[in-house]
């Protein structure tokens, strides 16, 4: 299995605690310095697809509700959706090790 | 602030019903918390980039669902699929091969580049009544003189040639053309050249040869071009090879450049087809004006102009007749109509099955699925069904136009072919998407409009809605029905008609071939006719031969038809010098005989009626009632304005039909001994099977002249036949169309009946138990029937009616409203609907009361 780029992100943003959807585009927006900035169709379709897949879970309750008085929903990571997540991060880490090898250094 | 976000919601719409439901909310909130914290239009360029990528996601994801859930229910019901794939398949097909035709000759251009530039320059005389005469050789001179409106005219003559010399000879049909003619029609020589301006004068011996003749006789050796060949007895030079799409104009296969003497012209001489090409951005009407200019100018200029002027047709008026059209606009409207019954019928079907699917459409919409949802859902099923139906229908298309091919009768169509193009597969594609639209909406929005809490209640109380669209389709079948086979009725009288034709000879027991002696060595006012003289003898010898003659012209053959206007001197019903157009034809003395045509009074032609005698002529009884009435014709003169040449009348024959089935024309006759044309049909009446026949005859003229091929050979009957091809296939067509449709039209009665019964069950079970007799219960099932019918039969008389001026030119001897078929049609189709009924009345009159009533 080959995880989309958006399913990555958000898994990892999920990875250290439970998100509603703004907060896990503007988790993956400080990430990447402002490079990825997921929009809601394509937050919300990766959303529908891991959650039917089973890499992440809504909560039932709600976390803090400090934020706003609006109700969002929460998401958290799966014990699944860690374990996909760890082994795609270890391809591509993978890849990053054979790139650098080969010559292809990432300039930032 | 709020504005964008009503701006966005609305944007929201693209996603599916279901997607937009989950998480809509969700995703107004976090486009508002963006607005809030950045830059508009940085928010708006994220929210078009987002769009443009995850709605055509979203939205197949939601369509691969629904794909997939009518691929499972098509395998669940493979009985029921198939039966609709198969009635789609084979109304598909039936429009494709239909739209093929009509695509390839009344839509796709003629094979020539900017072909709507191309007209016909025709003569017209409207004191004579000829709106679209052949052009003379010194008009066509004149014009390309004088117009201004056209880049170039070019002339095409009609004429045949015996090919000698390599292998056996053979005979063409083939065409004297302008140099400027590859030119005016756009098109190139496949190989060498075309003909050069210096070879319009008298004495160049060049040919070009036709494509077609170059595959088959020379199987396409380039090495001809340059080649000396034998045409007519004469040497010629091969300088090119035409395309094939040059001979639209006469089938032809070999072509000499039209040589232009004007000294041997003369203006009246009627027989070239002229084609010019319009300068661009000139239309018709301003080149007719200018025809109109140059026409008064002539008339001025030569008195025996007087009365001519110059018509402009478009090569698609010349090339298309308005019969062939309406032909094939009705083809395609008849198996149009077969296309709608069969939506109808698998609506019904479908509709049916609805009714068994309402607790899994109920279940899924108390589960929470949209209306919009399950609408779609139900489409994407019956759109499902109609692809597949559709590629059966293409395939069955490729299959059908192939056959076509291979029977389409010579000279029906003026293209050799047809071919399914990109425009024939895009409308067989468009069709199946409609049809599949068409035939699940009725269903589908039932289904989505139906309340599910009656569904789940009762599993088979159908509203009356239901009941009333069904009915409603079964009616609108049996309209559709009705008018195919009123259709169909008035084409086969039609065809009928035409059979039953008097055709003013005997067809049966003749043999009919033509000959071209070239000219060179046989003079067509000496030799030629000693020649036919010679053949003739030969022939009455051959044992089985009753008589032999000759004709310029026999009728339904290829041979010359020609119209001249004649006048006569004297008393007569017609005011003075009126010149009246009457067919001509030169024949041999035996030459009625031969025909079976009756002898009225006066003499036949002899073999003294040569050029030394004064001209005689034979009239047929038409020409004779229209210049003298019923006095006798015996001895009056006819006059020739074309040759200043005035005949006397020696005999009247009997009509006779000669170019079409429906109408008879006036004609004359010329004796053969003074002048023969260049090319002769001949006919020999045989008392054996004319066949058997052909390869003494055959014999007979090689032993004459070795060198002299025999073409179109043909039976009298298979000229006949074939002039009546449109009108049988016409017939033949929409009687098969008309079939399917009543057949497909009573299924849709029966089905709509057998599940009434079926609903009625209970109600109808309790009828009997509550004494209803047998014949009572089938008098009430029959009664919903026919109601049902009765209706659509009276819509389709009404809608046949309102249609019948659409085919009053495909019709002969009837007519297009004729009472005596439409009250035949109604009566047979009452019928069928009676015995489509009869059997689920009889069902219902069979109902158990006790099993009925414990059911539930």
Not at chain 2, 301 to 316: A, C, K, N, S, V
Not at chain 2, 728 to 734: D, E
Request: aromatic share 6%; net charge positive.
């Amino acid at each position: 299995m080959s995880a989309p780029l958006p399913v990555l992100h958000i898994l990892v943003a999920l990875a250290d605690g439970e998100r509603h959807g703004y907060a896990i585009m503007q988790d993956v927006v400080a990430r990447t310095d402002g490079g990825v900035r997921l929009g809601p169709g394509t937050l919300y379709g990766s959303i529908k697809r891991m959650l039917h897949d089973g890499l992440i879970e809504e909560l039932d309750e709600r976390p803090d509700s400090d934020d706003d008085d609006v109700r969002r929903r929460y998401y958290r990571i799966t014990p699944r959706g860690r374990r996909i997540a760890k082994e795609e991060i270890g391809h591509l880490a993978t890849l990053v090790r054979h790139a650098r090898a080969a010559g292809l250094v990432p300039t930032r | 602030m709020p504005r964008a976000d009503r701006l966005y919601r609305v944007l929201l719409r693209l996603y599916p019903a279901e997607f937009r439901g989950e998480y809509g909310r969700e995703m107004t909130q976090m486009f508002r918390d963006r607005a809030r914290h950045e830059p508009p239009l940085r928010v708006w360029l994220d929210v078009a980039r987002d769009l443009i990528v995850t709605v055509p996601r979203e939205q197949a994801h939601v369509l691969m669902n629904d794909l997939r859930y009518a691929l499972r229910t098509i395998r669940r019901t493979p009985a029921f699929s198939a039966a609709v794939m198969l009635t789609v398949a084979l109304a598909i097909a039936a429009n494709t091969a239909m739209f093929t035709v009509v695509n390839a000759v009344l839509l796709r251009p003629l094979p020539f580049a900017d072909s709507h530039r191309l007209v016909q320059v025709a003569e017209k005389n409207d004191r004579l009544n000829l709106p679209n005469f052949g052009a003379s050789v010194l008009n066509f001179v004149s014009w390309r003189e004088e117009t201004r409106a056209f880049d170039q005219l070019a002339a095409i003559g009609f004429t045949s040639f015996n090919l000698s010399g390599a292998g056996e000879p053979e005979q063409f049909v083939g065409n004297r053309i302008s140099p400027a003619l590859l030119n005016v029609l756009g098109i190139a020589p496949v190989a060498g050249r075309g003909f050069t301006d210096a070879e319009e004068k008298p004495g160049a011996a060049v040919a070009m040869i036709g494509e077609r003749l170059w595959t088959r006789r020379f199987g396409r050796d380039p090495s001809l071009v340059g080649r000396v060949i034998t045409l007519n007895s004469t040497p010629v030079t091969v300088v090119g090879i035409a395309p094939a799409a040059l001979n639209l104009f006469s089938g032809g296969d070999i072509y000499v450049p039209l040589t232009i003497d004007r000294a041997k012209e003369i203006r009246l001489n009627h027989v070239i087809f002229v084609a010019g090409r319009l300068k661009p951005g000139v239309t018709l009407q301003q080149a007719q004006a200018e025809c109109d200019t140059i026409a008064a100018g002539m008339a001025r200029t030569y008195p025996e102009m007087r009365d001519w002027g110059i018509h402009l047709l478009t090569f698609f008026e010349t090339f298309v007749t308005p019969q062939l059209e309406t032909a094939l606009l009705v083809l395609l409207a008849a198996v149009g109509f077969v296309l709608l019954i069969a939506c109808a019928n698998i609506a019904n079907l479908l509709l049916a099955r609805a009714t068994a699917r309402q607790k899994e459409i109920a279940v899924r919409t108390a589960l929470g699925a949209s209306r919009i949802r399950l609408l779609r859902q139900l489409l994407v099923e019956s759109v499902t069904l109609s692809v597949f139906g559709g590629l059966g229908g293409i395939i069955g298309a490729v299959w059908a136009v192939r056959a076509i091919n291979a029977s389409l009768p010579p000279n029906l169509l003026p293209i050799p072919e047809v071919h399914i193009d990109a425009t024939v597969l895009a409308f067989a594609v468009g069709l199946t998407l409609v049809t599949g639209v068409v035939f699940g909406m009725a269903p589908a929005s039932y289904a989505a409009k139906a309340d599910v809490n009656e569904m789940l209640k009762s599993s088979r109380g159908a509203g009356p809605g239901r009941g009333r669209l069904r009915r409603g389709l079964a009616a609108a079948e049996l309209a559709l029905a009705t008018v195919l086979l009123i259709g169909a009725g008035l084409l086969v009288q039609t065809f009928l008609n035409l059979q039953g034709a008097r055709l003013g000879f005997e067809s049966s027991g003749l043999l009919t071939f033509q000959l071209a002696p070239p000219p060179a060595r046989y003079p067509v006012n000496d030799k030629a006719p000693l020649f036919y003289r010679a053949l003739l003898d030969a022939l009455l010898a051959v044992p089985g031969v009753r008589s032999a003659a000759v004709s310029s012209g026999i009728p339904f053959g290829q041979g010359n038809y020609t119209t001249s206007p004649f006048m006569t001197v004297g008393p007569s019903p017609l005011p003075p010098d009126t010149p009246v157009p009457i067919d001509w034809r030169i024949v041999s003395p035996g030459y009625f005989r031969t025909m079976a045509i009756p002898l009225l009074r006066g003499r036949d032609f002899s073999d003294r009626d040569d050029a030394t005698m004064p001209l005689v002529t034979i009239v047929s009884q038409a020409t004779a009632k229209k210049f003298w009435g019923d006095a006798d014709p015996i001895g009056r003169t006819l006059h020739r304005p074309a040759d200043s040449r005035t005949y006397t009348v020696v005999g009247v024959v009997g009509d006779v039909r000669s170019t079409t089935l429906n109408q008879e024309s006036p004609a004359l006759y010329y004796p053969m001994a003074s002048r023969v044309w260049p090319l002769m049909d001949v006919a020999v009446r045989t008392d054996a099977p004319p066949a058997t026949l052909l390869p003494v005859v055959r014999q007979k003229v090689h032993e004459l002249d070795a060198e002299l091929p025999l073409a179109t050979v043909r039976t009298m009957e298979e000229w006949v036949s074939s002039s009546a091809t449109q009108p049988r296939l016409s017939a033949a067509l929409v009687g098969v169309f008309a079939s399917v449709a009543v057949l497909i039209a009573a299924i849709g009665i029966y089905g709509v009946l057998a599940y009434s019964v079926n609903q009625r069950t209970r109600e109808i079970g309790l009828r009997i138990a509550l004494g209803a007799r047998a014949d009572g219960v089938v008098r009430l099932v029959v009664k919903e029937g026919m109601g049902v019918a009765l209706v659509g039969i009276g819509a389709g008389v009404v809608t046949a009616v309102a249609l019948g001026q659409g085919i009053s030119s495909l019709v002969y001897g009837i007519a297009p409203r004729d009472p005596l078929t439409f009250a035949g049609v109604a009566a047979l189709l009452s019928l069928v609907a009676l015995a489509a009924c009869s059997v689920p009345a009889r069902r219902a009159s069979r109902v158990d009361p006790i099993v009925a009533l414990r059911e539930e």
